[in-house]
């Protein structure tokens, strides 16, 4: 039983309480005084409520004494009861020793990683378990700093954080008590490094959101990663869907299962299917193939440009939508997985299905959610921060030091287009530091072409007449225009020409179903 009695800070009150428990014959089994919270602690066996009632009476009667009510544990013993939980929930090995070197604590994690019962490791001395540092030496040490360094536990490698235990003493100042001891295995450390690197690299604290556009499609993302239903993520090239889509993924339940990225655009359609339901291998010396959304399974797959796939393609998609089943190539058998669908498009999918070659029902599944990433030079916001970014990181990379960025030339990258985006300017970036020789970033060090979104981008080392440019010009726009109006009267009639006129000009550029697809 234990007394938690509230009183006055006076001289004697201790020796009264404690009398009126001899007076009963309670055998003392423990006492703590909180002097800066005026609170005594009393710990005695558990007596009978007849002699309960007794002395709670009489303790409250003394002068000087507030309140008194029982309690579950002492100070001291709360305090041990949450440093053992807080050590054997640790995953980490945690050992404490004397001054002297003897062990007098560990925990479970510790006993694992030593291959030695608890029993064995308290009281054993700390040179006897850990190997490559002398403890004794450290100890008796004329001053014992913390350390940390490589240990062999068990003939593996460990790393070390030996922590010096001091005990404040009045007028000798502080004496040493001995020391903590915190190991961590390789194996351990490396999964530590590795989430620390995926937090910085896939975490939503990585993409640069200073302008309203970015902030906003920030916010809706980090309440839409926490849905099961599919994302459709728009934008342009290179603004960052796939960046966006793995923050998604990670802040999302499913984290700790893989994220898969595929993109529709690169592969032939026998391809990109094969890749993204496998392969059965029933042929001969044919090997059967897991599928990307089977590797994936408990975890989100990305599918980049999903605007460029096939119509087979887009139905075994869709039937998956719908009930989560799919057959491998050359299978009959169902495969049932849980996996989470993010696609990106920098196409415009309305105008496709309307020109039916992206399915309706398709377009509708995989859009239940919608994240539009505006382009850079609708955010000119961001820019700044960006440039800063990728100058600081590729100047670490290659050991230089940070370039001050010119306002000039921050003023020159708020106002070029960007065509293509975040990416074109990080690669813009990273070939003018890599090459810099300068400690200040100015204009001339970047080397960008001139752009305009009515010609695209104009070289600066232009060479031939105007003829030739204007030739040049014309069978551009007659190439981009041609998959839209593929008849040189529909084409003629869009450009307000004769129709004799434009047929002899296709001829002479080659333009035709053959050379361009419609």
Known sequence: MRLDIHCADRVGIAQEILNILVNYNVDLKGIEVDSVNCRMYVSFPEIEFEQFQKIMPSIRLIDGVHDVRT???LPSEREHNELNTLLRALPDGVISIDAKG???LCNDAACKDLQLTEKEVIGANINNLLKGFNFTRWLEGKEVLGQ???VEVAGEDFIADILPIAVPQSNEGDVLAGAVINIKSQSRLGQQVSAFRRYGQESFA???NFSTAMRRVVREARKMAQLEAPILITGETGTGKELLARACHYASNRSVKPFIALSCAS???DVAESELFGYAGYEENAAPKRGVLEQADG?????????EMSTQLQTKLLRFLQDGTFRKVGDENEVKVNVRIVAAT???LPAMVQEGVFREDLYYRINVLTLEIAPLRDRKADVGPLAEHFIQKYAQQN?????LLSQECLSFLQDYPWPGNVRQLENAIYRAVSLLDDSELRVEHLQLPTFTHDLGYLESDFEGSLDQAVKRFEATLLRKLYPAYPSSRQLAKRLGLSHTAVANKLRDYGINRKTVKV
């Open 71 to 73: 309690t579950a544990f």
């Open 148 to 150: 940390t360094t490589r």
């Open 399 to 403: 050991g230089h030091d940070v370039p």
């Open 102 to 104: 003897w062990v007098r």
């Open 346 to 348: 920098q196409k415009d």
């Open 267 to 269: 592969l032939p359609d």
């Open 206 to 208: 990585t993409i640069h």
């Open 299 to 307: 975890g989100t797959v990305f599918l980049d440009e999903v605007g």
